[in-house]
């Protein structure tokens, strides 16, 4: 069965593909279709069902009959509201211009400086939209602690911050397959695939 | 596993407990909640997503920590552009007082007059949330036609005039069990016990 991601990143691409092993993923680029999603939304449901919703429109206009995935993630900090939320991506952004994910990660530590509370938590929302008016959604959690200073040189994002005391690790410290077994978007990835009766 | 059912209606739980067979399904009332919810939202899913969230978090108020239960259903008639839609249940009401399911059907009836085309299908989305900010949406569809007159005893609201092509038989014309089988809601509930690993 294809999917179509409602993403043009690569490295989004990447992931989904390790953790969809027996689908087959496409970008919308793979078809000839132009995507663009503005992340709007107040929450990552708002978001990764518009972005979903929007592609799968896309595609029926072009006369592509496709299933579509898209997911919205965020990390949640409780000393912070639990900000960044779902604007994690453009945390600390100003005039629209975002940082890079180690100034994002600065900006987070200054926030929390002289906070003792360091519990957090990360949610991906993820949609399959099967068919017209079908869908599936799955929202899962992911929590852990954030540490003072960075450590480790996989993941993305604010996976250096992001310490898991059952493992004594930061997500970045993490092998990329281990990762992909506990984390958020993992998770929610395998309710969706035993929705879709394919373990 | 208990579930809490986002619903006061005694026909809707025995329902939902014929559908959730190997769960413990349970009214707010049973554990002393008192719940109640208007359904103002636009779709489907902003209707059971509001009722779920709300009795979860009365319910964690309370001290009571259970996976909850939502759905909301309507039928989009093809051409009526999807009427009743996600007012299925308040079709016809006048000064809020709602229409008896058989004057609710004349009603529809009465639009359809001289319409030829009468493809219509009932839409289910049903929302279970397992956890703060954790849950699995499931929406699900049953394509069928409007008929020029009532047939058979069984089921309710509009299922005397929605015909089953492939049955040759109205929704009120199947047995309980049948309905149970084939219905949106039914599916919907599959796709969530699957999702849940207990089918």
Chains 1, 2 share one sequence.
Not at 173 to 182: A, Q
Request: proline share 4%; glycine share 10%; net charge neutral.
């Amino acid at each position: 069965m294809d999917i179509v991601l409602a993403s043009n990143n690569r490295g989004k691409l990447r992931e989904i593909v390790g953790l969809f092993e027996k689908y087959n993923i496409l970008l919308p680029s793979d078809l000839g279709i132009e995507y663009s999603y503005e992340e709007v939304g107040n929450t990552l449901l708002e978001n990764a069902f518009g972005k979903a919703t929007h592609l799968y429109r896309l595609l029926l206009e072009a006369g592509v009959e496709k299933a579509v995935l898209a997911d919205d993630s965020g990390l949640f900090v409780e000393a912070l509201g639990g900000e960044p939320g779902v604007r994690s991506a453009r945390y600390g952004a100003t005039d629209g211009k975002k940082l890079s994910d180690r100034e994002r990660n600065e900006y987070l530590l200054e926030r929390l400086k002289g906070k003792s509370n360091r519990k957090a938590y990360f949610l991906c929302c993820m949609v399959l939209v099967r068919g017209e008016d079908r869908f599936i959604i799955v929202q899962e959690k992911f929590e852990g602690k954030i540490i003072d200073s960075p450590r480790g040189s996989g993941g993305f994002g604010y996976d250096p911050l992001f310490y898991v005391p059952e493992l004594n690790k930061t997500v970045a410290e993490l092998p990329e397959e281990e990762k992909n077994k506990i984390s958020h978007r993992a998770r929610a990835a395998k309710v969706i695939l035993r929705a879709l009766n394919a373990p």
